[in-house]
């Protein structure tokens, strides 16, 4: 009987079965591994290496993920260019508003009275706002309808399913049927005020009680009069049925709420066509003064005069303007206006004139010209003061709101601690992958960059920009030091990882923002002048290189085409497109201008300085490029490496196994034969022992 160890069973690729030393007693299974175990050295070593390479595009893909953050920190900060400055955070604003009375009273809140918000196009500085009145819009209402669940006739208290026809509203034609309730003919209306053609007008229903109803018409914007501004027509009679108006639709039977603008003044600006003086006790006392008022035009041209005598009263010099040919020809009129606090002189024009008094009655009465009356349709006021929204929400005539248009300071400070915590962060990770611990001498285990020549070259270039500073700039505020942004002393630290990184100095820092900010920004930013204000910048791309002097540009202006025909620079070369302007070459390369005149121009200077920021943005841009950037290309490389080393693999492993197949069938051939022998040898042996059996 014959013992068989199962773990010994070989199967070919050819579907044989076979066991490995059934007849030698040799392992030749074992002795195959170890024989490929041998020859598979160099394919351990090309998947190690492809290992080692994952790890660094691994690490790698870190470095980049830190180094676009830097930029991004550093976006804002630069000095983009963009048509609303909203790319620049030195240009962020916020408000402030204040309110006061020079009555004595108390002003209410300014929050409660109006909101304020503002845009990076805003001028820093103060505007002043008195709010007269604010928008409302134009309502009208109807009858009353006894129920909701009925026909409009019935619920009107007239005949059931009397009521039909056609309402029109800005042109838009509203079916109203015989069977309609209120609810469905709300519903109709607000359906027509939708879409493109909108009819700017909404429906709703006030109930006051179970029995009583009211249909009411509101008009969606405000200072908009519904039937004025906003066409209603009644070609059935409808409206008048409804009580919307009244018999003939002559009028609104019911107007709940007038259309009204709002009204304020602003900035203390006058209304050069309105004069009133202060209230005096009354209209009919002799002025005492006599002497000639002379009205002119704006440009100074005569309009006309008056003579007034010292016997004259307030109501006389009223009457003497107004009755005065050649000034009410001009459209200069007067009047006395009286109430609770005294009697008031008023004149005023069709428009602007000025008027010169000979004597003192002008500053007698204390005429001078009124606080202009400014009008707009909307409680949301974004055309006033440009990169300034107000949204009106109470008036409050006599009340002053002040609202202060700073620079955000504390917007740019966390702008730049965002800008430091990025670099630290990107510091850090390259120090651990290039640094050697300062015992051992030796690098981590996990620094799997550790000499890689792209992590050098990296640090060589933010180190020099860092601390090289801007260019062109005061020599006060020409290094992130003097604001309070310094490299920590390395001196002392017990993290090696902290090397060169950057610490801030909040103190330092704030009086810099509040005393210097001009100067903080032109430290991080790329900062462009040109000679003559036509010519602006769209754009750069970090080649152009500051130059005490300038650069000085020719502009051959077509006017018979509107474009720039040709350029010509102090350094280097410029194209044109129509007005815009490409620095091709020289100094100044990468500038992209626009002109908006439309003569030629000769002699412009160009001058710009280029801050830290700047300078860092765009050489991370080149670090960064997917095309040639440092770490595109040793990615690329590592890639390529692992690539090949797999190609390499798979075929070593092909050969490989073939090989172990061929050593195999050897060891099985020589099994068999073995066996075979063996089988021989025992016959012979039977032979034999039965031979000398016989004897």
């Not at 893909?61 to 920190?73: I, N």
């Amino acid at each position: 009987m014959v013992d068989l160890n199962l773990n010994s069973l070989q199967v070919s690729e050819d579907g044989r079965i076979s066991f490995s030393g059934l007849g030698s007693g040799i392992d030749f299974e074992a002795a195959v591994d170890g024989i490929i175990a041998a020859k598979r050295v160099p394919i351990d070593r090309l998947e190690a290496k492809i290992e080692t390479n994952q790890s660094k595009l691994t690490a790698l893909q870190t470095v980049r993920s830190l180094t676009v953050g830097l930029q991004e920190s550093l976006q804002s900060l630069h000095g983009a260019v963009s048509f609303d400055q909203s790319t620049d955070l030195f240009a962020a604003k916020q408000a402030f508003a204040s309110a006061s009375r020079e009555d004595g009273g108390g002003a209410s809140s300014p929050a409660n009275l109006m909101g304020v918000a503002v845009t990076s196009n805003a001028a820093s500085g103060t505007h002043t706002i008195e709010l007269l009145q604010t928008a409302r819009a134009h309502r009208i209402g109807s009858a009353s309808f006894n129920g909701l669940d009925s026909d409009i006739g019935t619920a009107r208290g007239q005949a059931a399913e009397s009521i039909s026809g056609d309402i029109e509203i800005a042109g838009a034609t509203i079916p109203v049927l015989a069977t309609d309730t209120l609810p469905d003919l709300v519903d109709r209306i607000n359906n027509a005020n939708s879409g493109d053609d909108a009819t700017g007008v909404s429906a709703s229903i006030v109930s006051t009680s179970e029995t009583e109803h009211f249909l009411v018409l509101t008009a969606d914007e405000t200072g908009q009069t519904i039937g004025t501004d906003i066409a209603l027509n009644d070609p059935n009679s409808i409206l008048e049925d409804l009580g919307v108006l009244t018999s003939g639709g002559a009028s609104f039977a019911n107007e709940l709420q007038s259309a009204q603008k709002a009204r304020f003044h602003a900035d203390g600006l006058l209304d050069g066509a309105n004069y009133s003086s202060v209230a005096q006790a009354d209209s009919v006392t002799a002025l005492g003064e006599a002497g000639t008022l002379t009205f002119n035009d704006t440009s100074g041209a005569l309009i006309g005069t008056l003579v007034y005598s010292a016997t004259d009263t307030m109501d006389d010099i009223a009457a003497a303007i107004a009755g005065d040919g050649t000034l009410s020809a001009a459209g200069i009129s007067a009047s006395v206006s009286a109430d609770g606090t005294g009697a008031t002189l008023q004149i005023s024009g069709s428009s602007s004139f000025n008027i010169e008094d000979s004597s003192g009655l002008i500053s007698a009465l204390g005429v001078a010209k009124d606080d202009l009356v400014i009008e707009r349709s909307s409680n949301t006021v974004s055309d006033l003061f440009d990169g300034v929204t107000l949204t009106l929400f109470q008036a409050e005539v006599g009340t002053t709101i002040s609202v202060d248009v700073e620079r955000d300071l504390s917007n740019v400070k966390t702008g730049i601690a965002n800008f430091i915590t990025s670099y630290n962060e990107l510091r850090q990770e390259l120090n651990f992958q290039l640094n050697v611990d300062p015992t051992s001498g030796a690098p981590d285990e996990d620094a799997v960059l550790f000499g890689n020549s792209a992590l050098e070259e990296m640090d060589r270039r933010l180190e020099a920009i860092v601390g090289g500073g801007a260019d062109g700039v005061s020599s006060a505020f020409s290094v992130l030091a003097q604001i309070g942004i310094d490299f920590i002393a390395n001196g002392d630290l017990e993290d090696p990882t902290l090397r060169d990184t950057l610490e801030l100095n909040e103190e330092q820092l704030d009086e810099a923002l509040l005393n210097n900010l001009d100067d903080v920004q032109k430290l991080f930013q790329f900062d462009f002048a040109a000679s003559d204000p036509r010519v602006v910048l769209l754009g750069f791309d970090g080649n152009s290189t500051h130059s005490a002097a300038g650069y000085t540009m020719d502009i051959d202006y077509d006017e018979g085409g509107g474009a720039i025909n040709s350029l010509t620079m102090s350094d280097g070369a410029a194209t044109a497109d129509g007005n815009t302007i490409t620095i091709d070459s020289g100094g100044a390369k990468g500038l992209r201008l626009f002109y908006s005149g439309d003569t030629d121009l000769s002699g412009v200077t160009l001058d710009f300085t280029v801050g830290v920021g700047a300078k860092l943005f765009f050489d991370i841009g080149e670090i960064l490029e997917a095309d040639g950037g440092v770490i595109a290309s040793e990615a690329d490389s590592l890639t390529g490496q692992n690539e090949l080393a797999e190609e390499r693999t798979v075929s070593m492993l092909d050969r490989l196994e073939r090989e172990r197949e061929s050593v195999l069938n050897k060891f099985i051939r020589m099994e068999a034969a073995l066996a075979s022998m063996n089988q021989t040898l025992a016959q012979v042996r039977q032979i034999t022992e039965a031979m000398f059996q016989d004897r």
